[in-house]
């Protein structure tokens, strides 16, 4: 049988209990900000891993078996740039933005296309006509499908743009429909993630990626490897084509897949 003493023994304990779950909850809310729920921090968690599941698979498909993909689930696409987006924000500069201030020191009267354009930030930031294309368009200005088949004219465009976009197994073909689709001296571009191109950490060596681009029919202009995160290559079109095609030997570019955080 419960007697007084006991009772009031085991209200003090509850009590005691009920105030140290208070202080906790109090040092909790002192020391994490608003929006560090565990609910949401698991969310980030997930759609981290989700983003990473999508990117290993941009680097190790073709652009047709990219394109399908996102067909299955187009909601894929936008999981797959709010994760590009986060990884972004922690670079200290933006390949784009060197890319569109290379336009706006230029003439305005420059056809441009964008290949693997995102969320279509260099249309949105020059006065340019620009043909922007993507896997998937949320935009009535970016044209879906892949970009090794564009609706282009061939030697129809004055600069070629490839920012972080060279993801397909098949790169190369990309860089034949920029070949087809520029003037003769047109612009390619190139920004692509530097440790891909760093044979240092199993990355291609950049003078065969250099070499094979010039064989497909371009000279290259320069090489900026300045910066940490991206090398960013200029080239252009040679103004007469390549008359006797060789085999090109074009270097396998590492896929680029981030690492659990
Ligand atoms: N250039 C943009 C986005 C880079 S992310 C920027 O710098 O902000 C790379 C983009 O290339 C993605 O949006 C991806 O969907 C696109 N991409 C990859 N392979 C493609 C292909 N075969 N055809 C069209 N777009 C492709």
Redesign the pocket.
């Known amino acids: 049988m419960e007697t007084q003493r006991s009772r009031n023994r085991k209200g003090a304990k509850r009590r005691r209990a009920q105030g140290n779950e208070q202080n906790r909850d109090a040092k909790k809310s002192k020391s994490e900000p608003p929006g560090s729920s565990f609910l949401e921090k698991m969310k980030a968690r997930l759609s981290g891993g989700h983003f990473r599941m999508i990117n290993e698979k941009?680097y190790t498909c073709t652009?047709e078996e990219?394109?399908d993909y996102f067909k299955e689930d187009p909601s894929l696409?936008n999981v797959y740039?709010a994760g590009?987006q986060a990884q972004m924000s922690q670079w200290p500069e933006q390949?784009?933005h060197k890319i569109i201030e290379w336009l706006q020191a230029r003439s305005p009267s420059l056809t441009v296309a964008?290949?693997?354009?995102?969320?279509a930030?260099v249309a949105k930031s020059v006065k340019n006509k620009v043909f922007s294309?993507?896997?998937v368009s949320n935009d009535p200005d970016v044209i879906a499908?892949?970009?090794?088949n564009t609706c282009l004219d061939s030697s129809s465009v004055d600069v070629a743009i490839f920012?972080?976009?060279l993801?397909?197994v098949n790169y190369p073909n990309?860089l034949k429909e920029a070949y087809r689709v520029l003037k003769p001296s047109g612009w390619l571009l190139i920004a692509e993630v530097k440790s891909r191109l760093d044979p240092k950490t199993g990355g291609a060596d950049p003078n065969k990626f250099i070499k094979a681009v010039c064989e497909l029919g371009f000279t290259q202009v320069s090489k900026d490897f300045t910066n940490k995160m991206f090398v960013l290559f200029h080239f252009t079109k040679q103004e007469k084509p390549i008359s006797k095609r060789k085999e090109i030997a074009w270097p396998e570019l590492k896929p680029c897949i981030y690492k659990r955080r």
């Open positions: 941009l652009g990219a394109l696409f740039h590009y390949p784009v964008d290949f693997g354009c995102g969320d930030r294309f993507d896997l499908g892949d970009m090794s920012c972080l976009s993801m397909g990309f």
